[in-house]
């Protein structure tokens, strides 16, 4: 998990035992981890996945960029003397600020910066290439 939108570009499988002690996050669900807060690991699943009791899943995908930026309440109240964690309890009673606008249109907007900074790279290119001729 890295702060992004995640694809298995293959299958992977588990046993039957292991399948009991997982829980199944539906497509497009919230994915974070509870394990070392200070990473700020938050996804979105682009399919059905298997997780372990160290995630927490969150089903309302248009809360992702809300809780990303509650990360600096989780980590610091976060515990754990051998491994930093926090409880899902706390996400659980956790108050997150919704805003106005929608998962839909904040996507739209981060395409349009990456193509205006994928612009601005070609356009250093050619700058380039005219200062060295």
């Known amino acids: 998990m890295t702060n992004t939108f ?15 002690k997982t829980q199944i996050a539906k ?6 981890s509870i394990i070392d ?8 699943s682009t399919k059905d996945t298997a997780v372990n009791q160290s995630i927490a899943i969150i089903s309302e995908k248009n809360l992702y960029f809300e ?3 509650s990360m600096n309440y989780f980590k610091k109240v976060k515990n754990g003397a051998a491994q930093q964690s926090i409880n899902k309890s ?8 919704v805003s106005e606008i929608s998962f ?7 395409k349009k910066i990456n193509s205006i900074k994928l612009n601005l790279i070609e356009l ?3 700058a380039i290439e005219l200062l060295i001729k």
């Open 124 to 126: 250093k290119k050619v």
């Open 27 to 32: 497509e497009e669900s919230l994915l974070m």
């Open 104 to 110: 839909n249109e904040i996507l739209l907007k981060l």
């Open 90 to 97: 706390l996400i659980l009673e956790s108050t997150i600020n």
């Open 37 to 44: 807060p200070d990473t700020n690991k938050l996804s979105i």
């Open 67 to 69: 809780i990303l930026s």
């Open 6 to 20: 995640f694809s298995l570009n293959e299958d992977k499988y588990i046993t039957e035992a292991g399948l009991k």
